[in-house]
Nanobody
Framework: QVQLVESGGGLVQPGGSLRLSCAAS????????MGWYRQAPGKQRELVAT???????NYADSVKGRFTISRDNAKNTVYLQMSSLKPEDTAVYYC??????????WGQGTQVTVSS
C-alpha cells in the first residue's frame, strides 16, 4: 500500500515562507504524478499543485508565483515551497500521488496556519 507522509507544517506570519515535504514509500516514485491539495475550514479540498514524473507542473491560480512544487526522485520526496503566505493560505495541506491521476493516494495532512 502506497504511503505518503507529510512534514513541515506550522504557524507562520503573513508574508513568511514555509516548505512542506512528503516522503513516499511502497511505490515506484519516479512514475507517479504527485500533488498537493489543501482544505481550509468550512471549504472543500482544492488542488494546489501537481508535478508529473517527467516534471510537468500545474498550479492553482491562487498560488501561482508564490508556491513552487518540486520532487527528488532519488529521495522519493515531493516538496512544496510556499512564499508570500497569506492568511487565506491557512489550511490542512495534503500530499497526493497516483499513476492514473494525481489524487489516487493521500497522506494524513499537515496544518499550515498563517497568522500574526
Amino acid at each position: 500500500q502506497v504511503q505518503l507522509v507529510e512534514s513541515g507544517g506550522g504557524l507562520v506570519q503573513p508574508g513568511g515562507s514555509l516548505r512542506l515535504s512528503c516522503a513516499a514509500s511502497k511505490m515506484i516514485f519516479r512514475l507517479y504524478t504527485m500533488g498537493w491539495y489543501r482544505q481550509a475550514p468550512g471549504k472543500q479540498r482544492e488542488l494546489v499543485a501537481t508535478i508529473t514524473g517527467g516534471g510537468s507542473i500545474n498550479y492553482a491560480d491562487s498560488v501561482k508565483g508564490r508556491f513552487t512544487i518540486s520532487r527528488d526522485n532519488a529521495k522519493n520526496t515531493v516538496y512544496l515551497q510556499m512564499s508570500s503566505l497569506k492568511p487565506e493560505d491557512t489550511a490542512v495541506y495534503y500530499c497526493t500521488g497516483g499513476l492514473a491521476r494525481a489524487n489516487e493516494y493521500w497522506g494524513q495532512g499537515t496544518q499550515v496556519t498563517v497568522s500574526s
